[in-house]
Every structure is written in C-alpha cells, then in structure tokens.
C-alpha cells in the first residue's frame, strides 16, 4: 500500500482513469523546466537527434525504424500543443510510456528442440533429436548406471499406477524365486493385464546394503552437500565404525562368492572416491571375472601394484596403440615422399622417444659434468609418471583387473584405509553395495515410479503426452527390463531419456582380448539361476560397444530401436 503513493507508480491492475491522473500530475510537476523533456519519453524528440533504445524495454517494445508501418503511423499523429495543459495530450500520449514495461513473452520452441532439453522443461513440446544410429531389436549393453529415466509414449502409463497389495506380493516373490515372464509382443488392456503390472514390480527391485533410510546411498561421489547435516552417529565413533565395517566386509565377501558360482551375475562397489564393477565370467563378453575401477588415482594404482595386483589401463594402451600407428603412418608417408626428411624423423625422433632420462653421458661430453645439478631418482621417477598424474580422476584412468587377480583385489579393497573417508560429510561410512540378486546382509529397495499426463505443442495443436518416471539406481538389468515391459504395453512405440551417473559411463569400455561371441547356449547354461532374464542375459553377455560413452536417448518405432549416445 505504501508503493502505490509513489509519484508515477502505475501497477497494471489500476483502471485507466487512474493511470491518466498519475500522468497528468507527472507533466504538471516537470513545467518549469522547459529545456528539459517530459518524463518516460511523452514528448517527441528533434529529428536530428538520433533514437535512444530504452534498455529496459523487450523487444516487442522497441523503438521502430524509420521505415516500418507503426514508425510512419506515429509519425501521422499530431504533435503535442507546446506549453499546453496536459489534459490536452493525445491519449496514446499518455498510455504509450505505460505499455513500456510489458513483460517479454516465451520464448517458442522450434521443431528442432532437443528431447534432452525438454526433459528439464515439461512445458516445452516434445521433439525427437536426430538418432545416429541404424533400427535394431536390441539395443547395445549400457553398463553405467542411471539415475533417472523419463519415458515419454502416446499410449497411457495407467497400468503403473497403484498396484494392488497382491501384485506388489507377487512381484517381489517373482524377484526372489528369479521367475522368468513371458509377454506378448503386444497387450490389448495393459491396465488389466495382473501379469504385466507384477512384472513391473519385479523390475523395480535391487538389493542394497547397507541400509540408512535417512541417508541417500547413491551416488557416493560428490554427496558430500547431499548428506551434510544428516545424523550420523558412526562418524565420531571408531567402535561403531569398525561394527559397520565389519559388516560391510561381511556383505562383500557373500556377493563375490556369489558372483564365482555365477549365482549373482555383477555387482557394484560405490565408495566416495571410485566406483567398482565385478562381472562374472561369461559376460561383457570374457570367459573369466572381470573388475572395473573408475576413476582412479596414481596412488591407487602404486598401492594395487604393492599388493601384487595385475591390471591394465585399457583406455591408455588404446592410446598408446593409436598413437603409435599413427607415428608409424607418418614416417611412412615422409620416407615416400623425401628419404632425407624419413632419415632425419627416424634418427630425431624415434631415440628421444625411447632415450633413457637417467643418461647424462652428454654433460661429460661438453664438459659441464660438474656445473649442472643432476635430478635425483625421485625427480626422474616423477617425471616418467607425468602422464599418469595427469589422467587422474578422468575416464583414461580406467583399471582393468581379471582372473584370479580380482579376488585379490576383494581383499586389498576390504583393508585399504582409504576406502572410506576420515572426514566430511561421510566420515566413516562403509561403501554402498548395488546388486541385482539378494546377498547376506543386502536390503531389498525398489525404484521409484511414477506417471506424468501432460498436453504438447505438435505442429500447431496440442496433443496428450504420457510419461513414465523412474528414480534410483537402474543398472542395466533394470533397464533391459523395463523396455521389454513397455515393448508389449505401449505397442512397441516410446522413447525415453536417460540420466547417466557420470563416473560409471567408462564402464562400457571394450576389454581388449575379450571374447567376440560367447555362445550363448554355454551363457545359458553356466548362468541358470543368476537372477536375469534369457533376454537380458544375451544382451549382457555381449562385448560392449559404447566406449566413454552411455546412452542418453532411447527410442523405439515399430518394435526396433533407435538410440544416441
């Protein structure tokens, strides 16, 4: 109430008669000074001074050219009487300065937009981006983990929603007893169908430890603002620490022994710094356990080295690989076209690459042995380890561990101190736990579901849009689940947007010497009773394909499937 005394406050909600008392008075009071012009603009300027935009005006609201209509209409309009009572300006004198202060309107979304734009924006329209890759039945392996899926179909989610007590029961004891469902490839009442909705529960559940209800488990990595200010009893408690850790140990154990009598097909490994994936043999295409450590730091990597753990950096041989027979080709392509350029790269290049830094016999030879300080050892060593550092905390930092060698890892993993943190936010919490199948001392959670009805803009019309909605920690068996699911209820036609955990996108990296194909009757029949699906299985057991990346946009038309990465 206090703003509306204000001289020239004129909120659009006052009638105009109001608005035109506001103004009057604003004229009156600037009469004496006649050199001066009118405020907000009422008086025309000369012609000879040039037109000021006003800064605070839109672009709807801008001063016109010379040339165009609205500039010439007002140019037809009468000039103001000098020295007149203000009563005597023209009305579209006094409400012109009025409408200057229009708010801009929003901006319209082209055909073009995005679909990863308008996940964050529900009002815009949907619009499906250009998808590099070929139709297919199957969609590569995607062994990163997601935190958020947003399926978007023209067919209603009703079947989703409020699932009976009995088939919440019924899906959970399907989880348990590993119960393979077979859907048709299309369901006419999916709303009806009691199998469908007890699958979709099915695959909503994953296996946690340990618990905290309070705490959000996942991700680790970067979750100190997440879990500041929560309870946490164990941080300043080294009893109670060492109580949860041997736990922890416990729970991890159980999982890896599952894992080599194939009973669990992988799990995950989050602490606070990098995270870990154990896969059994047979999938990812290698016929023996694999393990997975992203990112890493070069004293993880010495530490690993201390404890006899072989492993290998597969993004950095790649590299090395790469740079090498590019080098190769270079040399080649010079030595064809002069042999004294192709002489000069071989004796220039080629010795400095492989010359040892610890030879200084070239200092004895100018003479200055004596004069130059040499590095010690550390320095020299150091400097080797240059690029190591560099990579550090970065996808190249990938390790890779096999065989036998992942067993040892479990320990080395089970007494490393630095596995959990000694400060912060999560100060002596053990590292979560993610698996697939049931494990001692796991807690059986489940993902959060559900479903968005909204209108669209689609070519100058609004049309209803239906969405799925998915929250938590989806690992691949999940999402291979879920997208057989929706194949039969939504009539082979949706398309989704996936939300990656960053750290864990590497992890579709090729293993090098694994594995092309594995048969699958020899997968099939060392994994019976491990948890998944035949299906799922199959797409598991395949090399990966993706690299660094993951796949962010998920579509299908007409039962194939389109993605981009």
Same mark, same amino acid.
């Given at each position: ?11 659009? *909600? ?7 008392? $506001? ?32 800064? *605070?005006?839109?672009?709807? @609201? ?5 040339? /165009?209509?609205?500039? &010439? ?29 229009? %708010? ?39 062994? =990163? ?11 209603? *989610? ?16 399907? #989880? ?26 099915? =695959?909503? !559940? ?24 929560? +309870? ?42 990098? /995270?870990?994936?154990? &896969? ?41 690989? &790469? ?13 064809? @076209? ?36 040499? %590095? ?34 479990? @320990?080395? $993993? ?44 689609? #070519? ?6 239906? +969405?799925?909605?998915? !929250? ?13 699911? $929706? ?6 036609? *949706? ?12 992890? @579709? ?23 998944? #699906? ?30 981009? =990465?």
């Amino acid at each position: 109430m206090a703003a509306s005394a204000e001289p020239g406050y004129s909120p659009g *909600f006052k009638k105009p008669p109001a608005t035109l008392r $506001l103004k009057r008075k604003r004229l009156r009071r600037s009469e004496p000074a006649a050199a001066a012009p009118p405020p907000c603009g009422a008086a025309l300027r000369a012609p000879s001074a040039p037109a000021r935009r006003n800064p *605070f005006s839109s672009l709807e @609201n801008a001063p016109r050219a010379a040339g /165009t209509p609205q500039a &010439r209409e007002r140019d037809r309009r009468p000039p103001p009487p000098a020295g007149g009572s203000p009563s005597a300006a023209p009305f579209w004198q006094l409400l012109e300065p009025v409408c200057e202060d229009k %708010p801009a309107r929003r901006a319209e979304p082209t055909e073009g937009t995005d679909i990863l734009a308008l996940a964050e924006d529900p009002h815009l329209p949907v619009a499906v981006p250009e998808v590099p890759s070929s139709p297919r039945h199957e969609f590569p392996a995607d062994w =990163s983990i997601k935190t958020r899926l947003l399926f978007v179909s023209s067919q209603p *989610f009703t079947w989703a929603e409020h699932l009976k007590a009995q088939e919440e029961a019924q899906g959970f004891a399907q #989880h348990c007893r590993a119960t393979e469902t077979n859907l048709p490839q299309s369901i006419q009442e999916p709303k009806l169908s009691t199998e469908l909705r007890c699958a979709f529960q099915q =695959s909503l !559940v994953y296996w946690l430890h340990p618990s905290l209800p309070w705490l959000q488990l996942f991700p680790r990595i970067g979750a100190d603002r997440r879990i500041a200010g929560k +309870s946490s009893p164990w941080s300043e408690d080294e009893a109670l620490q060492q109580v949860l850790m041997s736990d922890w140990s416990v729970s991890f154990t159980s999982l890896y022994n599952l894992l080599k009598a194939k009973l669990c097909p992988y799990f995950y490994v989050c602490t606070y710094q990098f /995270t870990v994936l154990f &896969r059994a043999a047979g999938l990812a295409g290698s016929d023996i356990i694999t393990a997975v450590i992203s990112p890493t730091t070069r004293g993880l990597r010495e530490a690993m080295r201390n404890e006899g753990i072989e492993f290998s950096l597969p993004l950095v041989e790649e590299s090395r690989t &790469r740079k090498q027979k590019n080098s190769e080709e270079n040399v080649e392509t010079e030595v064809a @076209n002069s042999l004294k350029v192709g002489n000069s790269m071989e004796d220039g290049e080629g010795p400095a690459l492989s010359d040892d830094d610890e030879s200084f016999s070239w200092l004895e030879e100018m003479g200055v042995q004596d004069k130059v300080k040499k %590095p010690d050892a550390i320095s020299i060593k150091l400097h080797k380890e240059k690029h190591e550092v560099q990579m550090d905390h970065k996808p190249e930092s990938l390790a890779l561990v096999k065989g036998t060698n992942t067993f040892t890892l479990l @320990n080395f $993993l089970i007494n490393c101190k630095s596995l959990v943190a000694v400060a912060g936010p999560q100060a002596g919490l053990p590292p979560t736990l993610l698996s697939p199948v049931a494990f001692r001392g796991g807690t059986m959670q489940t993902l959060k579901a559900r479903s968005i009805n909204a209108k669209a803009r689609v #070519h100058l019309a609004y049309e209803d849009i239906f +969405s799925l909605e998915i !929250v938590g920690p989806m690992m691949p068996h999940s999402l291979h689940s879920l997208t057989m699911l $929706l194949k039969a209820a939504q009539r082979g036609a *949706f398309s989704a947007v996936l939300y990656t955990h960053e750290p864990t996108a590497v992890f @579709n990296t090729h293993l090098g010497n694994a594995s092309a194909a594995l048969n699958k009757e020899t997968v099939h029949k060392d994994h019976p009773t491990c948890g998944l #699906h035949p299906k799922t299985l199959d797409q598991l057991s395949q090399c990966p394909t993706l690299g660094k990346s993951s796949i962010r946009f998920l579509e299908m038309k007409d039962y194939a499937y389109t993605w981009k =990465s």
